[in-house]
């Protein structure tokens, strides 16, 4: 017999007010009290009574100017307590299983490191794509999805470097791309989807990888889904999305501004 939870008793009062908070937070700049206690759905005098109280916590203050409320130095604190807090790769790893299950593929994390792209998570799905790619394993920025996403989301001079030395090795050993301009190409089609997309860096494996960025707009993930290729294409769109909406729902929950 499955026992059901009651849910939890709270203060009513304490999540009241805090619609005046998340008001003012969506708000992006100093607001009427008027229009707060509007967009918190209570009376003006109501707004103004919790809006006192949070004043003295530090939550809110009054400009004296304007008498326009705004987010207090307390709150400025209790944000950047939670950003130093968060960790993206362990934030990122939590959202595998439920993204795997949902595309049926491979997926996986990766982060900028000293070599370039770096796989730091792995999770495979019933069917393995390949024994060599692993938590370890370094991804080319020309070949790869994973690199794909770096070279178009990354600043351009934290890749050059890495980049410069990949196409000569490319031309040596005769591999595609060679030029920049073939890779700058593929740079443009990464920022226009917004992912990136290879068929042909393992042969029979298709992949795709997402940017994932923090509060300052820097990329500090990728999320990659990879599969046997037949499959893998015929459902890309479905799987895209599914990338997408993770990796912006990652995004967020480091905060990313995806309004900026």
Do not use: C
């Amino acid at each position: 017999m499955t026992r059901k939870h009651k849910p939890q008793q709270g203060i009513q009062s304490i999540e009241v007010g805090g619609r005046l908070l998340s008001a003012l937070a969506e708000a992006r700049r100093p607001q009427m009290l008027r229009d707060l206690a509007q967009e918190a759905g209570m009376p003006a005098s109501k707004a103004h009574r919790y809006l006192v109280s949070f004043g003295r916590m530090g939550l809110v203050e009054q400009q004296t100017e304007t008498s326009l409320y705004d987010l207090g130095p307390f709150a400025l604190q209790l944000g950047l307590s939670a950003l130093a807090r968060l960790d993206p790769v362990l934030i990122g790893a939590a959202a595998l299983p439920k993204l795997s299950r949902t595309i049926g593929q491979t997926v996986a994390l990766a982060v900028w490191a000293n070599q370039g792209p770096t796989i730091v998570r792995w999770l495979g799905a019933d069917t393995p794509v390949a024994a060599s790619l692993r938590v370890g394993s370094i991804m080319p920025l020309t070949r790869s999805a994973t690199g794909g996403a770096y070279l178009a989301f990354l600043p351009r001079e934290s890749t050059q470097v890495t980049l410069k030395k990949e196409l000569a090795g490319n031309r040596r050993k005769g591999l595609a791309p060679m030029t920049r301009e073939v890779v700058e190409a593929f740079v443009e089609q990464t920022r226009r989807q917004g992912f990136a997309h290879t068929i042909d860096f393992i042969p029979g494996i298709g992949g795709i990888a997402a940017p994932v960025f923090d509060h300052s707009g820097a990329m500090v993930l990728a999320l990659v889904a990879l599969g046997y290729s037949k499959p893998f294409e015929a459902h890309i769109q479905r799987i895209a999305a599914a990338v997408l909406h993770t990796a912006a729902t990652l995004s967020q929950r480091l905060g990313a501004n995806n309004a900026a």
